[in-house]
């Protein structure tokens, strides 16, 4: 079972970690959450079905691996989102030669999707709009869902794997949107607030805290908690990329022994 090779604890959210100790490309929990398990097992499918027969020369390799992320070409934003992948550290040597490919979608699955990095989710993105994330993720669920989607659909991920575990969205492309719609005031608060009430909807419920980030659970999964940096404490999970954004959890958890391990020294020290 899952939760055995999870140490005990809680797989659920955990599967990309699950499936990385045990050299696969993922794990799926038996009798749980059928629609969605099938939703995943078509989407990871087609994503094989889309690598190319025979991965392509040392020069074509990162314009295979730009394709199949399928970043939008007539953007202003497209160099800053190939600038973040690359930072990301895509499998561009371990594909020359190989005729699979599958190296890209475990980078994917275990490195990419479940972390802050140049896609975000539902809470991160909420979080960057200073959006309390329940009440983000309401909105997406409820009437408004449709036209709030379709004005963020320019930004929306369609690569592949899209479908695998939720809508994710292009960094580059929301910071380009908020910078453009904010005349530059991409981190003001009201300029954000006044954006999201013109474009998206004036039902959000925003956040009162000054720098929000998104809090981890002690199964080290994000949650719908918002807390201020300030006075947060950044731990170093095993496996969480170091391209990612930080892994942060409040302060009066830093005693919790499901993170005491994962605060470095540096950390301690200020506590």
Known sequence: ????????????????????????????????????????????????????????????????????????????????????????????????????????????????????????????????????PASFSQLIGGPEGPAIKRKLRAFEYRGVLHSFDGTRWWRPGIEQWIWDRTKGKAFDEDAIRELVHSTLSRRARFTTIQTPVVSLDQELRPTNELIELATSVEIKPDGWPSFADGAWIPAASASDAAFVAFIPQSEKNKL
């Open 1 to 132: 079972m899952l939760i055995d090779l999870n140490g005990g604890r809680a797989s659920d959210g955990r599967e990309h970690a699950i499936a990385q100790s045990i050299d696969l490309e993922w794990v799926f929990a038996k009798g749980k959450g059928r629609e969605h398990f099938s939703v995943s097992v078509n989407s990871l499918a087609e994503a094989v079905a889309a690598l190319p027969i025979k991965w392509p020369t040392t020069v074509k390799t990162k314009d295979q691996i730009h394709a199949l992320l399928a970043i939008p070409k007539r953007v202003k934003w497209r160099q800053s989102a190939i600038e973040a992948i690359d930072r990301s550290h895509p499998p561009h040597d371990i594909m020359i030669g190989n005729g699979s490919g599958i190296a890209v979608l475990r980078w994917l699955l275990h490195l990419i999707l479940p972390y802050p990095t140049f896609l975000l989710d539902e809470r991160y993105l909420a979080a960057r709009l200073r959006i309390d």
